[in-house]
């Protein structure tokens, strides 16, 4: 077994789109980024990687390269897919905590999962995320920027198992 961890933060700011695990949330604010700065997806990232030996998301998505302006960073998580499979690596469980004063996105935790599962081909039962505020406290406190954390786990597979 592999475990890997992942973190991410972003700054909210006015007139952006606020994206998280995939879905647009509706809010004045959004996160700045080059990509599309899923904070949530960013820490996933982050997490598989680690857990496969493969360097941060950075390594693989560099913040100076056109190519990732505004990319979905579900695309960027597809990328991410594809390692796992060559390295014969399977997901065990996806555990996200996003920490942030507001809106509150419970709601959307289903569809946020769903979009995690479909793109790595696992159950959406594999996938939990939660969220917390920061109690008033620092940057996130005063809703400035948001923040994920993300622990993996996966397992090694022969050509047997299917993933």
Known sequence: MRIGFGYDVHP????????????IIPYPKGL????????LIHS???ALLGAAGEGDIGQHFPDDDEQYKNISSLKLLKNIY???????LAINNIDVSLVLEEPRV???????KDNIARVLKISSEKVNIKATTNEKMGFV??????VSYCVVSLNEYTEKIQQ
């Open 12 to 23: 909210l700011i006015l007139n952006e789109k606020l994206i998280l695990g995939g879905e």
């Open 44 to 46: 996933l990232i982050d």
């Open 141 to 146: 406190g005063r809703k400035e920027g948001a």
């Open 106 to 112: 419970a709601p959307f935790f289903q569809s946020m």
């Open 82 to 88: 594809q390692i796992l499979k060559k390295k014969k």
């Open 32 to 39: 700045e980024g080059h990509s599309d700065a899923d904070v």
